[in-house]
């Protein structure tokens, strides 16, 4: 079994790679749920459904969230009554929260609903939330939040991570991040049994901080992949200094890492053996390896399914897990 640690765009677009070298059913996607919330009742797990749709091909690849051929005209009608509107549920994607929402109501637990979605988009992989209890990433406003209005909000100030990533197009500079629950979340059914056991563990190319580091916040997780380190491989999301989608390289800037490879380095030392870095990074490598990490240089910007799929192989082979093509 193949373990991937993952969050949304990159993990998912790391996870298409493995996919077409790794049989479906030996691979396993380990989930971050911090970023999930409740709105309009509805139970939302982004980066489960970025994944699920990414796997069946039906993932509005202009955004990378939610689902191609989408149309919003529930959104359009919260407009009209002034409600709450700006995280976007197009109506397709409404289809997915009404049913993990029922489901839930119903007693079913998040890893028994994310694979039943899973299944229904065809997909062999196992798609496992990292936990079935309440992890929410909370972030801390470093400085006076003018807008949008009337929600300013002054420094100091602890916010959802949707709050943050949508609401203020993550512009806000940020002070802290925390994992509401993560004292007493429990893995999902399995999860430490899978990393035990797993030829190799994979981190995907995700938010080292708010997509991973919720993951790793879950009780027995880290200590679960730090006993595999030798088998452990993480993918650096930060190429040239910059990450490839999304706040992650501000964001550790803002949290006193270094926004490089290097940085991602010592976040990682303690449970990854292997750092792959993109090409444009090639003259960090020492560096890198100076963290205690090896350190393994390949293009990482998946622009292709094939990039993609290279990826995957070469990131298997640095910790000696084999691929079937
Ligand atoms: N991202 C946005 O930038 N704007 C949105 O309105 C938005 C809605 C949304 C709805 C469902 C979903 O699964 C994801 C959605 N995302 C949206 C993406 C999401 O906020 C982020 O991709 C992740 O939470 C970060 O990994």
């Given at each position: 079994m193949i373990v991937t640690?993952a969050?949304?765009?990159?993990?998912?677009?790391?996870l298409s790679?493995l996919v077409?070298?790794v049989p479906p059913a030996e691979l396993t996607a380990v989930v971050?749920?911090?970023?999930?919330?409740?709105?309009?009742?509805?139970?939302?797990?982004?980066?489960?459904?970025?994944v699920t749709?990414t796997l069946a091909?039906?993932?509005?690849?202009?955004?990378?969230?939610?689902?191609?051929?989408?149309?919003?005209?529930?959104?359009?009608?919260?407009?009209?009554?002034?409600?709450?509107?700006?995280?976007?549920?197009?109506?397709?994607?409404?289809?997915?929260?009404?049913?993990?929402?029922?489901?839930?109501?119903?007693?079913?637990?998040?890893?028994?609903?994310?694979a039943?979605?899973a299944t229904?988009w065809g997909l062999e992989l196992s798609i496992v939330?990292?936990?079935?209890?309440?992890?929410?990433?909370?972030?801390?406003?470093?400085?006076?939040?003018?807008?949008?209005?009337?929600?300013?909000?002054?420094?100091?100030?602890?916010?959802?991570?949707?709050?943050?990533?949508?609401?203020?197009?993550?512009?806000?500079?940020?002070?802290?991040?925390?994992?509401?629950?993560?004292?007493?979340?429990?893995?999902?059914?399995?999860?430490?049994?899978?990393?035990?056991?797993?030829?190799?563990?994979?981190?995907?190319?995700?938010?080292?901080?708010?997509?991973?580091?919720?993951?790793?916040?879950?009780?027995?997780?880290?200590?679960?992949?730090?006993?595999?380190?030798?088998?452990?491989?993480?993918?650096?999301?930060?190429?040239?200094?910059?990450?490839?989608?999304?706040?992650?390289?501000?964001?550790?800037?803002?949290?006193?890492?270094?926004?490089?490879?290097?940085?991602?380095?010592?976040?990682?030392?303690?449970?990854?053996?292997?750092?792959?870095?993109?090409?444009?990074?090639?003259?960090?490598?020492?560096?890198?390896?100076?963290?205690?990490?090896?350190?393994?240089?390949?293009?990482?910007?998946?622009?292709?399914?094939?990039?993609?799929?290279?990826?995957?192989?070469?990131?298997?082979?640095?910790?000696?897990?084999?691929?079937?093509?």
């Open positions: 640690l969050g949304g765009v990159g993990a998912a677009r790391m790679g077409q070298v971050n749920v911090g970023d999930d919330l409740v709105l309009h009742g509805l139970h939302i797990s982004p980066d489960l459904d970025t749709y091909g039906a993932i509005n690849t202009e955004t990378g969230w939610g689902l191609s051929g989408e149309t919003w005209q529930a959104r359009e009608m919260l407009e009209r009554y002034g409600g709450l509107s700006w995280f976007g549920l197009g109506d397709r994607d409404l289809g997915t929260h009404l049913y993990r929402t029922q489901r839930l109501a119903e007693g079913a637990d998040l890893a028994a609903v994310t039943e979605i229904a939330p990292v936990t079935c209890d309440p992890l929410r990433t909370m972030v801390t406003l470093a400085a006076d939040d003018a807008g949008p209005q009337p929600l300013g909000l002054p420094a100091g100030t602890e916010i959802g991570f949707q709050e943050y990533f949508v609401q203020r197009h993550h512009s806000v500079p940020v002070a802290a991040v925390r994992f509401e629950g993560a004292d007493t979340a429990r893995p999902s059914p399995g999860v430490l049994e899978l990393l035990a056991a797993a030829e190799a563990v994979v981190i995907a190319p995700s938010n080292p901080v708010v997509s991973i580091g919720p993951v790793l916040a879950v009780p027995g997780v880290r200590e679960a992949v730090a006993a595999r380190r030798p088998h452990v491989a993480a993918v650096s999301p930060i190429v040239a200094g910059a990450a490839l989608k999304g706040p992650a390289d501000r964001m550790l800037t803002e949290l006193g890492h270094e926004a490089s490879v290097v940085g991602v380095a010592r976040l990682y030392a303690e449970v990854a053996s292997v750092l792959v870095i993109d090409e444009a990074d090639a003259d960090r490598a020492d560096e890198v390896e100076a963290e205690g990490v090896r350190c393994v240089v390949a293009p990482t910007v998946m622009r292709t399914p094939e990039a993609a799929a290279t990826l995957a192989r070469t990131t298997l082979a640095a910790v000696g897990a084999e691929a079937i093509s």
